[in-house]
Antibody, heavy 120, light 108 residues
């Protein structure tokens, strides 16, 4: 059974960098050749926004709306992948979910999510 | 990017009733690459339907999806108490992958 779990600071200061890690269990990122691994966020009371994705080779795709501030990386020995979002503002306050992404790009499963607040 | 518009925003129904949720796309979604998710308060979304009409693993057959091009529908044939939640559609035919704003199915 594939499981994902996000971890990282719950509070980031404005203009700082948000950093989250997603630990994957039940499957190897390296050998899961039909999957990408991604991040989706949800601002409080709002809808869902796709942030970006990474393949085990290191190839990435980002949402153009966030591309200038986002970096997604993979750590194959630890079977995890990470999100960095720079120059954050209050608008980046959200629950951040990591997701396994199918080869065609639907999302399943999702991690439980972690709330990150941007505040001084 | 493809904009998805879900309607209605809120659907008030009773258990046992049929629910019909719509998702309209600003341009054609290639290969019917459209998914539906269910989200309950405080929980992560759960995949229900992918490729417009394929049920995900362990999803009851009262959930069905249909549609192509720019018009898609999620139908819940008989609402169970656990089905009252928010439902999102997502297109993955054209990057960036985008979501609709959601339809809340609430108890009447």
């Amino acid at each position: 059974q594939v499981q994902l779990r996000e971890s990282g600071p719950g509070l980031v200061k404005p203009s700082g960098t948000l950093s989250l890690t997603c630990e994957v269990s039940g499957v190897s990122i390296t050998t899961s050749s039909r999957n990408w691994w991604g991040w989706v966020r949800q601002a409080p009371g709002k809808g869902l926004e796709w942030i970006g994705e990474i393949y085990h080779s290191g190839s990435t795709h980002y949402n153009p709306s966030l591309k200038s501030r986002v970096t997604i990386s993979v750590d194959k020995p630890k079977n995890q992948f990470s999100l960095r979002l720079s120059s954050v503002t209050a608008a980046d306050t959200a629950v951040y979910y990591c997701v396994r992404t199918s080869v065609t790009r639907w999302f399943d499963p999702w991690g439980p999510g972690t709330l990150v607040a941007v505040s001084s | 990017e493809i904009v998805l518009t879900q309607s209605p925003a809120t659907l008030s129904l009773s258990p046992g009733e049929r629910a019909t949720l719509s998702c309209g796309a600003s341009q054609s979604v290639s290969s019917s690459f459209l998914a539906w998710y269910q989200q309950k308060p405080g929980l992560a979304p759960r995949l229900l339907i992918y490729d417009a009409s394929s049920r995900a693993t362990d999803i009851p057959d009262r959930f069905s999806g249909s549609g192509s091009g720019t018009d898609f529908t999620l139908t819940i044939s008989r609402l169970e108490p656990e089905d009252f939640a928010v439902y999102y559609c997502q297109q993955y035919g054209s990057s960036p992958w985008t979501f609709g704003q959601g339809t809340k199915v609430q108890i009447k």
